[in-house]
């Protein structure tokens, strides 16, 4: 059974840093694209980064772009998101995501909490 845990959230002062983390298990991660969402509080989720299972290319949302890198670690099977100068406008819950066999499977989310 895949499954998918985050961890790595909490409060930051604007300007910081976070490491996000999603472990996969029931899967092998460097065989599949992985994708970070995030919901803030009245809104729709957002795309925020992926990473590619072929070549490992990346992508970002452009509210992101320059401040956060997506990787994958193959010894761990876990896929990070470094968020670094962190805004006020970060603050959400992060999720991340596979899609194994057309099914599409998330975890339980980590909130970052960005805030003086």
């Known amino acids: 059974q895949v499954q998918l845990v985050e961890s790595g959230g909490g409060l930051v002062q604007p300007g910081g840093s976070l490491r996000l983390s999603c472990a996969a298990s029931g899967i092998d991660l460097k065989y599949y694209a992985i994708a970070w969402f995030r919901q803030a509080p009245g809104k729709g989720p957002e795309g925020v980064s992926s990473i590619s299972s072929s070549d490992g290319s990346t992508a970002y949302a452009d509210s992101v772009k320059g401040r956060f890198t997506i990787s994958r670690d193959k010894a761990t099977n876990t896929v990070y998101l470094q968020m670094n100068s962190l805004k006020p406008e970060d603050t959400a819950v992060y999720y991340c995501?596979?899609?194994?066999?057309?099914?599409?499977?998330w975890g339980q989310g980590t909130q970052v909490t960005v805030s003086s």
């Open positions: 995501n596979v899609i194994v066999n057309y099914a599409n499977y």
